[in-house]
């Protein structure tokens, strides 16, 4: 067979070529190479075979707000082809291609596996955040238990134990896997390093590393400047991203730098007539916090967070894509999958702060940002510029972050009391034996005296399951049911309505309740200080109990507690309050506040669709998420205005 050499009349990369006849062997394949590298287009081969075979295909991404732009970018090509399914919406969920976020992929393996019969590929993009110390064991555990049949395509960014990887993939899934690596970009990457406040002596030990222009340019406009910001627009090397690892600083310095005026008068025509159209489409151009962006945008300068709310994150990406915007702050969740390049990246630290410390970035953090720079059949280059704060520098982080071999990727491997009530159901005691085959497990094989901190939590989470009633007599009970075809907060689900706790309550009620099972609240939000009522502290009883029981097992990751923190805000949402109203009772971030009622009608839904047809608390949940899944907290609404 003679591999392809173009595909949608691109010519192939060498690696790219491996891919597509791996694919075509009906092999499943894990592709690593560097952000901006092509690996997109691996899938999109994929998808074109199983279209042409007349069978399906899911694509996993790892958060919604890619999800989401999955779907726009294959609904565009494809059309009624795609579909999606993400917990806040589903759209079309039969097409033959369907968008899902891992979590709903691996729910699909527990709840419906019989909905995967007619699936021949899964793509895992960015696969390597199995790493992830929060959410990688779902990817772990998608991978562990999905059908046989089902072929793996895994994109990945560039990992030393890649080959590891793959290894126990064969082995727990009994089946053969290709491995193609790519270490070099198409459009090559230039580092700099740009001091922030230099001084004589600091200079002077650091010489080394510190920035120095290519030779061939020269420096336009005058001395050295202070800010690399400033050198980018002296030297036309914009578009630009900046990246900051602080929501307040991206406002900030978008604020700031926002007096550039970065458009000529043609593009700040062009640039106003496309954000107001989009305005008008998302159905925003009446909100305050609208004219603000617009009048940035006029300029050619935008920010972008998790804090905003997501339409306008959606604007902001849209007008990005366009190449209009010319400097862009953002956190780096925006480096997250989305493939939105610029010719520059610009950072304004090396170091960020974890929610513990403040610690030097990793390397694979790094590059993935980084990666952002130089744009495909644009580019010749891509220019790297950090920030670099003398008073903190270290040559010998320095080194690592920039020349040093990207950290391997680690198992988070940590079965939820969900994943094993479904794995007990299936395979009784055999459950014990899960971590076996885990990455986890894998990982620690051959390293002496290497133990086991994962079997000892499995045994002490379902003696607690045995204990609180969960299962009894080898089987799982009624109440174990509930927990199982709960994903997320299943325990605090469960115990509430075996309490009868749901029953109780209004409709206003039970949004407050599932909003505080889901509400993680930040350093600096300021919330509702009131005291409890006896409806919340019945709950906060109900969950008390549970955690006592995990406290006699000896669990150190105990089920967190709700927080009432956002009662005021939701009653006055579910009355019929408009969005911007919010803000008296609360100082959460918009992007959080939708995201939080989002995740808490998610959590009614998955409550609803487990009761009984003949339920009344069904009536109850449906009117509750009617009030509250309106205007921009309305996921569904959202997408498709777009």
């Known amino acids: 067979m003679t591999p392809a050499t173009t595909f949608r009349g691109k010519t192939l990369y060498p690696f790219q070529q491996r891919a597509i006849e791996a694919i075509s062997l009906g092999r499943s394949v894990i592709v690593a190479a560097p952000t901006g590298a092509g690996k997109t287009l691996v899938a999109d081969y994929a998808i074109e075979e199983v279209f042409a075979a007349g069978r399906r295909i899911i694509y996993t991404a790892p958060v919604k707000a890619l999800s989401n732009q999955k779907f726009r970018d294959f609904r565009a090509e494809h059309g009624d082809d795609v579909g999606i399914m993400t917990g806040d919406v589903t759209i079309n969920a039969t097409a033959p291609l369907l968008i899902m976020t891992t979590e709903v992929f691996r729910n699909t393996i527990f709840e419906s596996p019989e909905r995967l019969d007619p699936v021949t590929w ?8 199995l790493d992830d110390p929060e959410r990688g064991t779902v990817w772990e555990e998608s991978i562990l238990y999905a059908p046989p049949h089902i072929r793996l395509l895994a994109l990945s960014a560039t990992i030393p134990n890649i080959e590891q990887l793959a290894d126990w993939i064969r082995e727990t899934r009994d089946s053969e896997i290709d491995v193609v690596v790519e270490t070099e970009r198409p459009v090559p990457l230039h580092h700099y390093l740009y001091p922030g406040e230099p001084g004589p002596k600091e200079l002077g030990q650091l010489k080394r590393i510190l920035f120095k222009p290519p030779q061939r340019r020269r420096l336009r406009g005058g001395p050295h400047p202070r800010h690399p910001i400033e050198y980018v627009c002296r030297n036309g090397w914009l578009p630009a991203l900046y990246f900051v690892f602080s929501r ?12 550039r005026e970065l458009l000529d008068r043609e593009e700040r025509r062009e640039m106003l007539t496309l954000f107001d159209d989009l305005a008008h ?3 925003v151009e009446d909100k305050p916090s609208t004219g603000a962006l617009r009048e940035a945008a006029a300029r050619g300068v935008l920010y972008h967070h998790a804090g905003l709310l997501p339409i306008y994150k959606e604007i902001v990406e849209r007008l990005f894509d366009t190449g209009m915007i010319k400097l862009l702050f953002a956190t780096e969740t925006f480096a997250l999958g989305v493939n939105m390049p610029a010719r520059c990246v610009i950072f304004d ?9 403040i610690r030097w970035l990793k390397t694979r953090d790094y590059l993935q940002m980084a990666g952002r720079a130089g744009r495909q059949g644009i580019d010749d280059e891509g220019l790297v510029l950090s920030r670099l704060y003398l008073r903190d520098a270290s040559y010998t982080e320095l080194q690592r972050i920039l020349y040093g071999e990207v950290e391997p990727v680690h198992s988070r491997f940590n079965l939820s ?3 094993l009530l479904n794995l007990y159901g299936r395979l009784g005691e055999g459950v014990y034996n899960a971590y076996d085959k885990s990455f986890a497990c894998f990982q620690e094989r051959g390293k002496r005296g290497a133990s086991s901190p994962r079997n000892r939590i499995i045994k002490q989470r379902i003696a607690v399951l045995e204990a609180c009633g969960y299962i009894a007599d080898g089987t799982v009970t009624d109440c174990g049911e509930i927990a199982r075809q709960i994903n997320g907060y299943e325990i605090h ?12 309550l209004s409709a206003s009620h039970l949004g407050a309740v599932c909003t505080a099972i889901v509400y993680e609240a930040r350093k600096r939000d300021d919330t509702d200080p009131r005291p409890l009522s006896r409806t919340e502290k019945r709950v906060q009883r109900c969950i008390q109990a549970w955690r006592q029981e ?3 097992q000896k669990l150190k990751e105990r089920t967190r507690m709700p927080d009432f923190s956002l009662n005021s805000v939701v009653f006055e949402w579910m009355k019929g309050a408009e969005f911007d109203e919010l803000s008296r009772y609360t100082s959460v971030s918009q992007g959080d506040l939708v995201r939080t009622l989002r995740m808490a009608l998610q959590l009614m839904r998955q409550l609803k669709s487990v009761l009984e047809p003949d339920n009344p608390l069904r009536r109850k949940l449906q009117d509750a998420i009617g009030r509250m899944d309106r205007d921009v907290v309305d996921a569904r609404r959202q997408l498709e205005l777009g």
């Open 417 to 419: 009391y969900s994943t």
């Open 281 to 283: 489409r998302y159905q």
């Open 122 to 129: 899964v793509v895992f993009d960015e696969v390597h955040y």
């Open 349 to 357: 630290s090396l170091r960020k702060f974890d929610g513990v410390d």
């Open 248 to 259: 307040r600083d991206c406002e900030r310095l978008c604020l700031r730098e926002g007096r």
């Open 550 to 552: 995990e406290k006699r």
């Open 493 to 504: 689900i469960s115990e509430l309505h075996a309490e009868g706790v749901f029953d109780d």
